[in-house]
């Protein structure tokens, strides 16, 4: 019950976003927020899914994974109907960074992969105190995997349909040559190459 009460409590101070990029705490250059906020326009414009990034002096009452959620919640971030959004959300009191990922795009980036991202990117940055280079770097890996995989979803069927072929072209004059080698008695110095290589 005190729990639901703190997060009742909680979601009635949630800060109201002005665009993508909100900081409450004041950390980031202008240029900064210019490359955050270019990465999830950018986002937006060719895959449809939506990157906020929130970074507030402290969470409480909650915890950082709590206040992720329910502010993931609040501000409505992603498609209606396909829960594409993701929120980076630092909380400087706390020392804690969330990605906070809607369904729609947790076959892309999952818990591990987030991690990762975190683990390459943010904690590098921040352990020397450049938290706008980590929220910029964070950033553009998450957008990067979400625009990599909508470029190989639409990638033509016609250029997989070319490249079945050459791989039956590949393969048939492979086995036309081993063929050759083995009837004419003179294949031991593709066979030496081959072995060596």
């Known amino acids: 019950l005190f729990l639901c009460a703190a997060a009742a409590c909680a979601a009635d101070q949630f800060p109201r976003p002005t665009g993508f990029i909100n900081d409450y705490a004041g950390i980031l250059t202008p ?7 270019e990465l999830a ?3 937006e414009a060719k895959t449809g899914a939506e990157l906020a990034v929130a970074i507030v002096k402290s969470v409480a009452p909650l915890d ?3 206040y992720a959620v329910k502010l993931f919640e609040n501000w409505q971030i992603g498609q209606k109907g396909k829960d594409n959004g993701l929120l980076i959300l630092l909380a400087m009191d706390e020392r804690r960074i969330e990605i906070e990922v809607g369904y729609g795009l947790e076959g892309i980036i999952n818990d591990a992969k987030a991690g990762a991202i975190l683990d390459q990117y943010a904690i590098p940055n921040f352990k020397a105190g450049k938290f706008g280079a980590g929220l ?3 950033a553009a ?3 990067g995997k979400i625009l990599g995989t909508k470029e190989e979803n639409s990638q033509p069927v016609k250029q997989e349909k070319e490249a ?6 590949i393969t048939t004059v492979v086995i036309l040559v081993i063929l050759s ?3 004419s008695g003179t294949g031991s110095g593709l066979a ?3 072995f060596g290589a």
């Open 31 to 37: 240029q900064e927020k210019q490359q955050l906020t």
């Open 41 to 43: 326009q950018t986002l």
């Open 64 to 66: 950082p994974k709590m």
């Open 136 to 138: 910029v770097q964070t």
């Open 141 to 143: 890996a998450v957008a």
């Open 164 to 169: 079945d072929w050459t791989s039956v072209i």
């Open 181 to 183: 080698i083995f009837t």
């Open 192 to 194: 030496g190459a081959i």
